[in-house]
């Protein structure tokens, strides 16, 4: 497999391209606009969206196996190109389960694995009756195309939940808002002989539903990391996927885990492993859907913290100065992801700061209180005060 088919150009698919470079990798990639991340790194485009089958179609043409950077698209178009042998990595059919998040949860619940109350808000008889089971606040999702807190809403009383549900109900998903004490993340990968393998368990902290730090590793049990990754194992093999898979999950002041949600596709909990890792996740990603041996996702510092640098404005402005003193800290690497707009919440960098080496025996202790501390350096000089 030397020609892979990525559909969707945003930063995702531009942060495979030195893994490619290195694993003498093609990337054609199918994106809408010429000023896309990933239009610089490509062998070859298609401009399109990524729901245009018609360009997928042109695509497949051009390379040996398809994947995803972005999982918008329309899958029952697709499948007639899956019949017609273009090989798709992951498979169709594991994504299928997982577009929508209703049927999300239906899968993973039905598989076993703990998941926070939900039902499906046109499906449920006596929804009022569910609502009072599952109490004020409640979290309220857009079933379909929510991203980076886009259509996730916390819903405080009645009243709120009224109003929102104006629009069509059966675009939306109800479910208990879950007083987690922590919220944790884990990438994990299988290969096409169905090797397993688990970057370390992060913590990761949002605000306003975007993720704003990543802090690897997170200060947990041995045994919570065991289940962790036995999620997983569960998960990636009853979807046969081949690939890179995101798992976010919600740790309770209880210890108990629950999942959040799937992303099946490199995460931003995982670009932390771009510096920190042996093999990234986006090197790890190329070769699952090349057919190569998985590589080692294990850390090679102590530590490290991820930070977002997230749109704050509207502007075309390239932020030189701050992203220079931010580079000036030890240890930090900053990836600027070629934007030409900035608006407020979207993600136009990041920055990934390794922890001393030294430290070691402190452990995630030591990531956790060392981390935090960079992340609040880098938000003070990139947000404005
Ligand atoms: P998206 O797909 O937009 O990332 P998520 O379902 O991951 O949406 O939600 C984004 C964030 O919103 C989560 O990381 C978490 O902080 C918060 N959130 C989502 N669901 C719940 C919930 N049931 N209870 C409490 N907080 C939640």
Known sequence: MKRVGVIGGGQLASMMADAAQKLGVELVIQTPSKQDPAV?????????????????????????????????????????????????????????????????RCYLRDLGLPVPKFFAVDEAENLKSKIEYLGFPLVLKSRRHGYDGQGTFIIPDLATLEQKLTLNQSLFLLEEFVPFERELAVIAARSVEGEIIT???????????????????????????????????????????????????????????????????????????????????????????????????????????????????????????QRQKIAEIPQAHVHWYGKTESRPGRKLGHVTVLLDNQNRESGSAYAVGVGTAIAHTIESIWYPR
């Open 199 to 321: 970057y370390p368990v992060v913590e990761t902290q949002q605000e306003q539903q975007v993720c704003r730090r990543v802090i690897a590793p997170a200060q947990i049990t041995p045994n919570q990391v065991a289940e962790i990754q036995a999620i997983a194992h569960t998960l990636l093999n009853s979807l046969e996927v081949v690939g890179i898979f995101g798992i976010e999950l919600f740790l309770g002041a209880d210890g108990k885990i629950l999942v959040n949600e799937i992303a099946p596709r490199t995460h931003n909990s995982g670009h932390f492993s771009l510096d920190a890792c042996e093999t990234s996740q986006f090197e790890q990603h190329l070769r699952a859907v090349c057919g190569l041996p998985l590589g080692n996702p294990a850390l090679q510092c102590a530590g490290a913290v991820m930070v977002n640098l997230l749109g704050y404005e509207n502007s075309h402005s390239e932020y030189q100065s």
């Open 40 to 104: 610089s790194i490509a062998q070859e485009l298609v401009f399109a969206p990524v729901d245009d089958t018609s360009a997928t179609e042109i695509l497949a043409k051009k390379c040996d196996v398809i994947t995803f950077e972005n999982e918008f698209v329309n899958l029952q178009a697709l499948s007639v190109l899956a019949q017609q042998g273009v090989c798709f990595r992951p498979r169709l059919e594991a994504l299928a389960p997982l577009l929508d998040k209703y049927h999300q």
